[in-house]
């Protein structure tokens, strides 16, 4: 009897060092494979803000480029009505003159809101989408107060906008769109923006695109701002078109 007491309390004992090893091998296991799951994560997000600074820079120097040519353009305007006056040119002087005003009004800055920052931005994308062939337009109505702080404010449309972008290069269409309005009604702004989209991927919450996690974590971040203010999004595939509503308290 002893003898098999003692041998039941032996196998016990194994058995419950053999089950503790289990599960502390599962724990290690799930520790690490999460600890693996978020350094992919962070490398991910880190060469995502790097492909962004990337596309900043391009456009910086692309509207650099461009600012250059207009004032070269403007020079040569001026040399012209310069050198016709010399010669007394009046007449062709005067339509020389015109000639400039309305090149000048067709190439100057346009301001699309009050805002200082998502004018800023706004006009950064336009130039984005001009380099990449994409036809931007949009309609801004902002109140004049906004308590949504700078950073959340600048997150919110740099990944709303850069999620629209990627989508028309990927779109495979002729004419890729993007189109961006924004009202208020009370304390909240209601943001509406349509850009071309594959009509062959599908969306499904994550991404429009299978090979990727940009759109996805682009998506994440703007409905995390969202709901910490009390807002909503809604995200619809209209298969070669897609759809972006976002309403969001702004005080």
Same mark, same amino acid.
């Given at each position: 009897y002893y003898l098999y007491v003692y041998r039941t309390h032996i196998s016990?004992?194994?058995?419950?060092?053999?089950?503790?090893?289990?599960?502390?091998?599962?724990?290690?296991?799930?520790?690490?494979?999460?600890?693996?799951?978020?350094?992919?994560?962070?490398?991910?997000?880190?060469?995502?803000?790097?492909?962004?600074?990337?596309?900043?820079?391009?456009?910086?120097?692309?509207?650099?480029?461009?600012?250059?040519?207009?004032?070269?353009?403007?020079?040569?305007?001026?040399?012209?009505?310069?050198?016709?006056?010399?010669?007394?040119?009046?007449?062709?002087?005067?339509?020389?003159?015109?000639?400039?005003?309305?090149?000048?009004?067709?190439?100057?800055?346009?301001?699309?809101?009050? =805002?200082? @920052?998502?004018?800023?931005?706004?006009? !950064?994308? #336009? +130039?984005?989408?001009? $380099? *990449?062939? /994409?036809?931007?337009?949009?309609?801004?109505?902002?109140?004049?107060?906004?308590?949504?702080?700078?950073?959340?404010?600048?997150?919110?449309?740099?990944?709303?906008?850069? =999620?629209? @972008?990627?989508?028309?290069?990927?779109? !495979?269409? #002729? +004419?890729?769109?993007? $189109? *961006?309005? /924004?009202?208020?009604?009370?304390?909240?702004?209601?943001?509406?923006?349509?850009?071309?989209?594959?009509?062959?991927?599908?969306?499904?919450?994550?991404?429009?695109?299978?090979?990727?996690?940009?759109?996805?974590?682009?998506?994440?971040?703007?409905?995390?701002?969202?709901?910490?203010?009390?807002?909503?999004?809604?995200?619809?595939?209209?298969?070669?078109?897609?759809?972006?509503?976002?309403?969001?308290?702004?005080?």
């Open positions: 016990i004992v194994l058995f419950f060092f053999i089950y503790i090893s289990i599960i502390l091998f599962i724990v290690v296991f799930i520790f690490v494979s999460l600890r693996e799951f978020y350094a992919k994560i962070n490398v991910e997000y880190l060469e995502m803000q790097r492909r962004t600074a990337l596309r900043q820079e391009h456009g910086l120097r692309a509207s650099q480029a461009g600012m250059e040519r207009q004032m070269e353009d403007v020079r040569e305007h001026l040399r012209l009505i310069e050198r016709l006056l010399e010669e007394d040119r009046l007449e062709d002087a005067r339509n020389a003159c015109g000639d400039f005003s309305s090149s000048f009004q067709s190439v100057r800055y346009k301001h699309y809101c009050d =805002n200082d @920052i998502l004018d800023v931005i706004l006009h !950064g994308k #336009e +130039t984005e989408c001009e $380099n *990449l062939g /994409i036809a931007f337009s949009c309609d801004i109505l902002l109140p004049q107060e906004i308590g949504i702080p700078a950073p959340t404010f600048i997150s919110l449309f740099f990944n709303l906008l850069n =999620n629209g @972008i990627e989508s028309c290069e990927t779109s !495979g269409q #002729e +004419t890729p769109f993007l $189109n *961006l309005s /924004i009202t208020y009604k009370g304390n909240f702004l209601f943001i509406h923006m349509e850009n071309a989209k594959n009509p062959d991927t599908v969306f499904d919450h994550k991404t429009t695109k299978s090979d990727t996690f940009y759109h996805g974590l682009g998506l994440s971040i703007i409905e995390e701002i969202v709901r910490k203010r009390d807002g909503a999004c809604r995200w619809q595939d209209h298969k070669n078109i897609f759809v972006s509503d976002i309403m969001i308290d702004y005080t």
